[in-house]
């Protein structure tokens, strides 16, 4: 037996009609009805009554549930199998925070289109409550953002837990933290904090709001590469995440340090919807980005 005959048998309790049926699939009659006999000579049961009129069987209607079971699987494996032959093939919609569309995308994209360039690839930058409406919504296929992500029926991986590093200008070193390098005292310091809608202030504030300290925020914004300009001019102190610190590159001028509290932890995830139908390039995506951040370091330059 084969799916072929499978396929006319669906067709034929679809149409209950041999002649309409044979048309449909470009077969005679007589062809079609062999195909049928050969099925239910296969199973021993009958699987139509031929009077008064083409009917299914009990038997008739079971197969038929079945069987288009596993023609859908058939075709599933045979795209997969096409996909996997043409160099995956397909579109990927990448939901991602401001401040990780730069520094995740330059690490893990470049090599994901190495190995899949016939993947389309389109990022979708936003805060954390956009890129979990763009999901739910369907405009992205994937988000990476810290966790919790607040949606259901969505699976979720876990990449990195990162660290929140403290930036600060070498005079405030100086001014606030002394020689020690008291991270306590340079809270004193003016502060120049991402907007309330970022994890990574959410963070902030259950620290301050932990430790009774009243901030001195001079400045706030959503661009955490503008804070660090502005640090650079001595305006302020300001916070960025563990990979952002490792990939600024010239850090002269300032001191990067690492907050311990455990509030200063957020973890990096990816996130997509449940179900069986995970495209063969979401599916390629999430196992390299796991596969990357699994690496001693997370492929990540040191932070002076």
């Given at each position: 037996?084969?799916?072929?005959?499978?396929?006319?048998?669906?067709?034929?309790?679809?149409?209950l009609?041999?002649?309409k049926?044979?048309?449909r699939?470009?077969?005679?009659?007589?062809a079609?009805?062999?195909?049928?006999g050969?099925?239910?000579?296969?199973y021993?049961v009958?699987l139509?009554?031929?009077?008064?009129?083409?009917?299914?069987?009990?038997?008739?209607?079971?197969?038929?549930?079945?069987?288009?079971?596993?023609?859908?699987?058939?075709?599933?494996i045979?795209?997969?199998?096409?996909s996997?032959?043409?160099n995956?093939?397909?579109?990927?919609r990448?939901?991602i925070?401001y401040?990780?569309?730069?520094?995740?995308?330059?690490?893990?994209?470049?090599?994901?289109?190495?190995?899949?360039?016939?993947?389309?690839?389109?990022l979708?930058?936003?805060?954390?409550?956009?890129?979990c409406?763009?999901?739910?919504?369907?405009?992205v296929?994937?988000?990476?953002?810290?966790?919790?992500?607040?949606?259901?029926?969505?699976?979720t991986?876990?990449?990195?837990?990162?660290?929140?590093?403290m930036?600060?200008?070498?005079?405030?070193?100086?001014?606030?933290?002394?020689?020690?390098?008291?991270?306590?005292?340079?809270?004193?310091?003016?502060?120049?904090?991402?907007?309330?809608?970022s994890?990574?202030?959410?963070?902030?504030?259950?620290?301050?709001?932990?430790?009774?300290?009243?901030?001195?925020i001079?400045?706030?914004?959503?661009?955490?590469?503008?804070?660090?300009?502005?640090?650079?001019?001595?305006?302020?102190?300001?916070?960025?995440?563990?990979?952002?610190?490792?990939?600024?590159?010239?850090?002269?001028?300032?001191?990067?340090?690492?907050?311990?509290?455990?509030?200063?932890?957020?973890?990096l995830?990816?996130?997509?919807?449940?179900g069986?139908?995970?495209?063969?390039?979401?599916?390629?995506?999430?196992?390299?980005?796991?596969?990357?951040?699994?690496?001693?370091?997370?492929?990540?330059?040191?932070?002076?």
């Open positions: 037996m084969n799916l072929y005959k499978l396929k006319y048998f669906i067709v034929a309790a679809e149409e009609n041999i002649s049926a044979a048309e699939l470009f077969i005679s009659q007589q079609l009805s062999s195909q049928i050969q099925l239910e000579q296969h021993g009958r139509f009554e031929r009077r008064p009129n083409l009917a299914l069987t009990y038997a008739g209607s079971r197969l038929l549930e079945q069987a288009r079971l596993l023609v859908q699987l058939n075709d599933q045979e795209a997969e199998m096409e996997i032959r043409k995956r093939r397909g579109s990927l990448i939901g925070s401040a990780r569309g730069n520094l995740f995308a330059s690490r893990v994209l470049p090599i994901y289109h190495r190995e899949y360039p016939a993947v389309d690839l389109t979708v930058e936003g805060n954390s409550a956009e890129l409406g763009f999901l739910e919504n369907g405009r296929d994937v988000i990476v953002d810290f966790s919790p992500i607040l949606l259901r029926d969505i699976t991986v876990r990449l990195l837990k990162e660290r929140v590093f930036v600060v200008p070498q005079t405030f070193m100086e001014q606030y933290g002394g020689p020690s390098r008291d991270v306590e005292a340079l809270f004193k310091a003016p502060l120049l904090l991402l907007s309330k809608d994890f990574l202030r959410n963070i902030l504030d259950r620290y301050f709001k932990k430790q009774h300290i009243t901030p001195n001079v400045l706030e914004s959503k661009n955490i590469a503008t804070l660090c300009s502005l640090c650079r001019q001595n305006m302020g102190v300001t916070f960025c995440s563990e990979m952002y610190a490792r990939q600024m590159g010239d850090t002269s001028g300032l001191t990067l340090l690492p907050m311990a509290d455990d509030l200063s932890l957020g973890e995830m990816i996130a997509y919807p449940d069986p139908a995970v495209s063969p390039a979401l599916r390629d995506f999430v196992e390299l980005a796991a596969a990357f951040f699994a690496e001693p370091g997370a492929g990540l330059d040191k932070a002076e």
